[in-house]
């Protein structure tokens, strides 16, 4: 099954699950939108809360195109809290693979989708300080157009 999420424009809605550096669990929901430019993909991403105060937050990748046959790229996202981010998604088999760090390195994480099938991801990723975790995620993502 060829991969849907990133390589085709797209653009799905995510639901799931947030968790802070104490593990307290928070809902989340929001969209995901891919396209695709000739000279590079845009990815971006808004997850809500689902708290009396919903809190925001924002995402945008810009994508260096896969090359034809290749399984990684690099892509780079700027971040009012967290800085400049500089990572790489990578193929593997039925899972994308993304690795990332700020640009003075204080900041890394990591993401991985799982294709569950043609319309549906699941994601689940980890954001760190150094060594200590601020957040880690668990969602799902459903194609909706």
């Known amino acids: 099954m060829e991969h ?21 669990l928070t809902g989340v929901e929001g969209t ?7 000279e590079k993909w845009v990815y971006e ?6 708290t009396p105060a919903p809190q925001e937050t924002r995402t945008l990748y810009e994508i260096h195109p896969f090359a034809p046959g290749a399984f990684a ?19 593997v088999g039925d899972a994308i693979l993304s690795s990332y760090e700020s ?24 954001l760190f300080d150094g060594a200590r975790l601020l957040s880690a995620w668990s969602v799902e993502l459903l194609r909706s157009a």
């Open 4 to 24: 849907a999420f990133l390589l085709q424009p797209g653009l799905w809605r995510a639901e799931g699950e947030f968790f802070d550096a104490v593990g307290n």
């Open 73 to 91: 790229t690099h892509w780079s996202s700027n971040s009012a809290t967290l800085g400049t981010l500089r990572g790489r998604f990578l193929i």
């Open 45 to 50: 991403g808004v997850l809500r809360t689902l």
């Open 103 to 126: 640009a003075t390195g204080r900041y890394r994480g990591q993401d991985t989708l799982l294709q569950r099938d043609a319309r549906r991801y699941s994601a689940r990723g980890a």
């Open 32 to 38: 995901a939108e891919v396209r695709h430019y000739p």
